[in-house]
């Protein structure tokens, strides 16, 4: 079993990221926020390193809608924490309504860096749903 996998928790920011630091390859730390009052993404922080999560550890889920999600618009349901990454497709406190572009620009760079590196390193992304 693998410990606080995908679970919603308050942390103390310390101890994660001194954790994140120590610990074992093998997988990612997830931990998401609550969803706001809403139904929408707040948050998440993750202890991530680069090259490929093990497949035991993704989530291979159907992706849920966020609020906000409109395909006719062009927008894409986005995780917070990629699923590459060990983010779950599943949970509605990983994805976010993103316009198509923002997510496969920023987005996939950001990704993309994150899994060159060879190094762990703690995250923290939070979400912006001005206007929606």
């Given amino acids: 079993m693998i410990p606080?996998?995908?679970q919603i928790l308050e942390v103390d920011k310390e101890k994660q990221r001194d954790r994140c630091m120590n610990a074992p390859g093998g997988y990612n730390e997830i931990f998401y926020h609550a969803l706001d009052?809403?139904?929408r993404a707040t948050g998440a922080e993750a202890c991530l390193r680069g090259g490929p999560v093990a497949e035991e550890y993704l989530d291979n889920g159907t992706r849920v809608a966020p609020p906000g999600y409109d395909s006719d618009k062009g927008m894409h349901k986005?995780?917070?924490?990629a699923r590459r990454f060990g983010g779950s497709n599943e949970a509605?406190?990983?994805m976010v309504a993103l316009y198509s572009r923002a997510n496969l620009s920023?987005?996939?760079?950001f990704e993309n860096a994150v899994?060159?590196?060879s190094e762990r390193r703690p995250f923290r992304l939070l979400p912006s749903?001005?206007?929606?």
């Avoid at 749903?129 to 929606?132: E, H, I, N, Q, R």
Wanted: glycine content about 16%; cysteine-free.
């Fill in 4 to 6: 606080f996998k995908n």
């Fill in 37 to 39: 009052k809403n139904g």
């Fill in 78 to 81: 986005s995780h917070l924490i």
């Fill in 92 to 94: 509605r406190e990983n």
């Fill in 106 to 109: 920023g987005m996939k760079k």
């Fill in 115 to 117: 899994a060159q590196g």
């Fill in 129 to 132: 749903s001005a206007g929606v």
